[in-house]
């Protein structure tokens, strides 16, 4: 397994965990007051879907990592 593989089974790993974990993410943030959670105009499911779709994007890119990594 080369370096590739190995970052890229990192970032899906971390992806799918952030798609898990966004919820409580974003509840985190809020009660915290930073980040977007401080902006009034964005709601609570917006943050969730967004945080979930950063998640996707950093999956696809793990797999694509692994992929190269492997062939």
């Not at 943030?29 to 959670?37: D, I, M, N, P, S």
Request: aromatic share 2%; no cysteine; net charge positive.
């Amino acid at each position: 397994m080369n370096v590739l593989a190995i970052v890229g089974v990192a970032l899906v790993v971390s992806g799918v965990v952030g798609i898990q974990m966004a919820p409580r993410m974003v509840d985190a943030q809020a009660e915290r007051g930073v980040g977007a959670a401080a902006s009034a105009g964005v709601s609570r499911d917006d943050r969730i879907r967004v945080m979930k779709g950063s998640g996707v994007v950093i999956t696809l890119v793990g797999f694509g990592l692994v992929l190269l990594g492997v062939s």
